[in-house]
């Protein structure tokens, strides 16, 4: 399996500067609140599920807030969640990574 670094370097400069716009916007967009929401957790009782503070996990919530993917997977983990990656590859093929 090749890695995302990988395949990004078999793109062309435009095609790579075009998927590093829309991984920002996404990256905006994904606001970690919202999951929390769903299951009517509070901070407190997330960070306490996590094993962090709460002021901790309120900076993870953040907008904007660049997470590593293995952070985000924690985070999703201990709401009950999994994640996986679906990426789209120019010409329609789409591979997707269980995390």
Same mark, same amino acid.
């Given at each position: 399996?090749?890695?995302?670094?990988?395949?990004?370097?078999?793109?062309?400069?435009?095609?790579?500067?075009?998927?590093? =716009?829309k991984a $920002?916007?996404?990256?905006?967009?994904v606001?970690?609140? @919202?999951?929390?929401?769903?299951l009517?957790?509070?901070?407190t009782e997330?960070?306490?599920?996590?094993?962090?503070?709460?002021?901790?996990?309120? @900076?993870? =919530?953040s907008?904007?807030? $660049?997470?590593?993917?293995?952070?985000? @997977?924690?985070?999703?983990?201990?709401?009950?969640?999994?994640?996986?990656? $679906?990426?789209?590859?120019?010409?329609? @093929?789409?591979?997707?990574?269980?995390?």
């Open positions: 399996m090749s890695s995302y670094e990988e395949l990004l370097a078999k793109q062309s400069p435009e095609s790579q500067k075009r998927i590093a =716009e $920002d916007i996404l990256l905006r967009e606001v970690l609140s @919202k999951l929390r929401d769903e009517n957790m509070t901070q997330l960070a306490r599920v996590i094993g962090i503070s709460q002021p901790t996990l309120a @900076k993870m =919530e907008p904007g807030n $660049d997470l590593r993917i293995s952070t985000l @997977k924690r985070y999703v983990t201990a709401l009950g969640g999994e994640v996986s990656i $679906d990426v789209r590859l120019p010409g329609g @093929k789409s591979i997707a990574f269980q995390l």
